[in-house]
T-cell receptor, first 111, second 113 residues
Framework: DAGVTQSPTHLIKTRGQQVTLRCSPK?????VSWYQQALGQGPQFIFQ???????QRGNFPDRFSGHQFPNYSSELNVNALLLGDSALYLC??????????FGPGTRLTVL | KQEVTQIPAALSVPEGENLVLNCSFT??????LQWFRQDPGKGLTSLLL?????REQTSGRLNASLDKSSGRSTLYIAASQPGDSATYLC????????????FGQGTELSVKP
């Protein structure tokens, strides 16, 4: 049984570019959450998707957007990248309000 | 607004010691609390989940307690090993905050052989 998977593992972009990160949830899970973790900090909640709709959103600008597909996989899109967007992006999946399981993350570096 | 704090930020102990990591939260209206382990540059591994109605959970050498009234949780690690070296994060899910987890900044643990 595969756990949460994310792609790509690492990504390097320049300021102003756009990036798309992908997440496949654990089998049987229908809810996907995205978190941003800056170096030395705890993860910060970006948003959560359930039934292909954004269920909840954290304190992130509109440059951060997402999508959930019918197979429950999800994408995180970030437009107009800033240096401060450099971080580890974590995806988590669960069923409704149950325990969240995290993927290995995508390391984004913005130059 | 819920805030989660972890003390200490870093801890170094010799192998074999029993140790306690602390987590405090400002709003006692939580749905559950999770403890995670994170190896450098990696994702999070869930260690223990405590529901708001529970007082503690145990898994192997790990024991986590929850005291909602005082806004505290502790993670007890028995007979520490070098392989326990990692960052430990606690996260709370609020009753009225949807599905998001609110994390502390973590405690970086180093267990010396």
């Amino acid at each position: 049984d595969a756990g949460v998977t994310q792609s790509p593992t690492h990504l390097i972009k320049t300021r102003g570019q756009q990036v798309t990160l992908r997440c496949s949830p654990k089998s049987g899970h229908d809810t996907v959450s995205w978190y941003q973790q800056a170096l030395g900090q705890g993860p910060q909640f970006i948003f959560q998707y359930y039934e292909e709709e954004e269920r909840q959103r954290g304190n992130f600008p509109d440059r951060f957007s997402g999508h959930q597909f019918p197979n429950y996989s999800s994408e995180l899109n970030v437009n107009a990248l800033l240096l401060g967007d450099s971080a580890l992006y974590l995806c988590a999946s669960n069923t409704w309000d149950n325990e969240q399981f995290f993927g290995p993350g995508t390391r984004l570096t913005v130059l | 607004k819920q805030e989660v704090t972890q003390i200490p930020a870093a801890l170094s102990v010799p192998e074999g010691e029993n140790l306690v990591l602390n987590c405090s939260f400002t709003d006692s209206a939580i749905y559950n609390l999770q403890w995670f382990r994170q190896d450098p540059g990696k994702g999070l591994t869930s260690l223990l989940l405590i529901q708001s109605s529970q007082r503690e959970q145990t898994s192997g050498r790990l024991n986590a307690s929850l005291d909602k009234s005082s806004g505290r949780s502790t993670l007890y690690i028995a007979a520490s090993q070098p392989g326990d070296s990692a960052t430990y994060l606690c996260a709370v899910k609020g009753n009225n905050q949807g599905g998001k987890l609110i994390f502390g900044q973590g405690t970086e643990l180093s267990v010396k052989p």
